[in-house]
């Protein structure tokens, strides 16, 4: 492990060796750029040599029935100036996280307000992020509803049924949006859990058949150092751990998923490369599509949580990027990436991000 | 207590069928509107059938002296402007939440000074608020000094003492004000607390006595599941205990409180309008005022605290409209509702509250 | 120690009678002053009888490679607004906290990139700084490496070693830099730990050596009630115990710092000052310049940190003035004292500083 690391390391410093042309570090190039600069910085002044590339991110999770974010509550006129600034930034997916979390729901879905103990919620959601995609040309994914107990309690096939009824009433109701291109399968899971693939297949496949097979996507955590699980005293997964649960998992779900994008926080940064190329090769094993989740809040500050650093951010896309990840999504772009974001690093996060990119 | 939660949701869905007119999803209406109204979203834009009116906030507690809130570090000029946001939205009454608490105190109180190890403040906070209050026509509650320690460790004399000759001080200097309307006795307890209610009490009465009968006002907790005692493992009370212990509580300090407002964040969201329901039937026996003390911070999230979400608001709101609530003050608004407030959630809590209210 | 604790706050009354003449409180000329000042609210409206001056802030440390605080993301426009907001508020002297943290670097550092498993930066922070400090006309101390392992580890000649050939290489690449003015020993401690004295006495040495005896700060902290460790149950240590190790600290580190700025917000405010009054009794003895690091986040709060009340700030000020500090540096400007600042409380807090100080 220490030595794929430290080859994952040295890739880095190889590459930027070539990029700076036999110039490994940027001191003569920055005094000298200081001289002429000094009243006119630009992006680029005390840019050391670039490194790293990084890949771009083109989707993003919308994290309106939210488990540990707090709200900040935006109206719809909110909403479609921050799907513009998702468009600026080069964003064309946005990802309901969950159209319902426990009693929580995210429109007033009748097939779960007719059995569950729901509160009735006051703005349809699915209807807004629908209407806001349309108008942005954005593609939508739909999140399934999480009871937030059935799974939890073994009771597996409630939890599907509930899912099946809600994907037959939602693509009923909001099928007819062209931006409706995905289903999201929101249960998230790091490892082998009894059944819990049976849901992610079951759901899957019905979601896909309703709708003239549209995408699917599944967002898995990495049972890594960051988990509270690990955190807790758990044992970290090794990669080859990972690797054999999830071979595992994956044949399970064949035909169910299209595309498998893990939450790329859970473990360190030097860390990060080594799962990501073991992702790919399942992904590729099985035909499915390898994103990564880049995280965009920082899960290393007594504050649980604010924005990421960018050079964090960065290495992190750049990890993804030489594991030939192919697209990434964000979680997520309204309160972590914004410009809008009531949380202000995020704006300038935004600012990092476009710098970087040319944007 | 499950058939009673059924039914407050029933209720409110019961409520939603007749303001839909037959109608209980919004669904035909939303895609209606989102023809028409694809570059014009209003406030109404996506809004499910009103099912929840809910009830208005009149009244909000000032957290300067603070214990678990950081500071805004607002002057005067920051206050005169809130203070405006607040009359804006219909608040007519301002309760300071304490003038002291252990080594803090809000404006130079001799009776404080001269006996315990105070800290010397550098603002007169009690002149500014009643200043304000007079200038913007607000009523203005002055809560009592908390020694953080007398009453924890059994001194109850002491405590009582302290704030008999602060009511003294601070009337004979203040009670000019027009805007001094009540008194607030800020020690928080929720549940029999051996001689809690003395000094409820005997504060109480003295305030009242030397003010002309000025209105005085609790704000107790119930002792629910998000209480740090029954997160730490203590049993939370039923609605049942919790209406046997405060008929004794109330029972002792018949004459000495004019208004009940219980903090309506420690149970949870569907446990609400049972306890509300309980707390409006003992006030009714006492002859007291019964008010919700509706917090607008969340306590769900990891980051204690941030404003609350729009849709909890209105639930809390709806719950104590339908159990009778007489009226609802904050915790607090300049913090988590409003457009000045250093947390931008809570500029969009304040439009969203609007914007539902009409105002 | 109560007694000492009594004599301080006493102290500080004494002095508010003379400043006052005569008259502690400000009762009469609050209640006048409002009758004009109804709709013209100035700096001094409400404003005690000025007991406090505290002394004024000339220093702040950087902290890009950050342990506790979350990243700003700003980029070089945002940082050159930033020194021109300090030096509005007499800031004249900026301390980069570290050049590096465990995997975290501040600049391509040759001599660590070689041989530790270390992240490529993408930005030359100590160029920028410098730059900036140039161009405003301010000193910048550079501070040392940590390795985040090697010293906790017992590794001492590991860490001096790193942090020697860093400093050969940061004098020959920056040197020239007119704004190079000191260097600062960034590894804390609190209390006599073996060799770490050893850490301050080596490199600091080596730092005045290469560099024409440029300037060295240490910033230890006292282990009070609010450190990490005593709040998990480890014994505070009395202002004798502390007295006592740090008068062997000093004397084994003679030669190798200038200037000794213990961290202020470990212990309460009241017992700050007797902990101030030894420290510079200390540093007299061993010939030490000391200043006062004043931290202007709050450490009272469940979030950990937002910016501290201008209260609380204004106590240390004066204890500090009172202790005969030489100086004070802050912790740090850009997150918590600034009107740059993603915390909009900073910006207050700057206001609340510049009407004081009537700057």
Request: aromatic content about 12%; charged content about 25%; some cysteine.
């Amino acid at each position: 492990m220490m030595n794929q690391r430290r080859n994952f390391l040295k890739g880095v410093l190889a590459a930027s060796s070539l990029l700076a042309g036999q110039k490994l570090f940027a001191s003569g190039k920055a005094i000298e750029s200081t001289q002429s600069a000094f009243n006119t910085f630009n992006k680029d002044s005390f840019v050391t040599p670039n490194v790293m590339k990084g890949m771009p991110i083109r989707a993003t999770f919308l994290d309106e029935v939210s488990w540990d974010i707090p709200h900040q509550n935006w109206g719809v006129k909110d909403w479609d100036k921050d799907f513009l600034a998702m468009k600026k930034m080069g964003i064309n997916t946005v990802v309901m996280i969950r159209s319902g979390l426990a009693r929580w729901i995210a429109a007033p879905f009748e097939s779960i307000l007719k059995g569950e103990d729901v509160y009735y919620p006051p703005v349809d959601l699915v209807e807004m992020f629908l209407t806001l995609a349309d108008k942005h040309g954005m593609a939508f994914y739909f999140g399934m509803y999480d009871s937030g107990k059935y799974w939890i309690e073994g009771k597996f096939q409630k939890e599907i049924d509930l899912n099946m009824h809600l994907i037959d009433e939602v693509w009923k109701k909001y099928g007819h949006h062209k931006s409706f291109q995905g289903w999201y399968l929101s249960q998230e899971i790091s490892r082998r859990t009894k059944n819990m693939s049976k849901i992610y297949a079951e759901v899957g496949k019905h979601a896909k058949e309703v709708s003239g097979n549209l995408t699917t996507l599944v967002s898995p955590y990495i049972h890594g150092v960051k988990t509270d699980q690990v955190m807790s005293g758990d044992k970290a997964l090794s990669v080859k751990e990972h690797e054999e649960e999830w071979d595992e998992i994956l044949n399970n779900v064949q035909g169910a998923v299209d595309i498998m994008a893990f939450q790329d926080g859970q473990v360190d940064y030097h860390e990060l490369y080594d799962y990501l190329v073991v992702n790919k090769k399942l992904a590729d094993k099985y035909g499915i599509k390898c994103w990564t989740n880049i995280e965009s809040f920082d899960r290393d500050m007594p504050i649980r949580f604010l924005p990421i650093k960018w050079e964090k951010l960065l290495l992190k896309l750049e990890a993804a990027r030489k594991a030939g990840m192919e697209n990434a999504i964000t979680f997520e772009f309204s309160h972590f990436m914004s410009p809008n974001s009531t949380y202000l690093q995020a704006g300038h996060l935004y600012e990092r991000y476009r710098e970087h990119f040319r944007i």
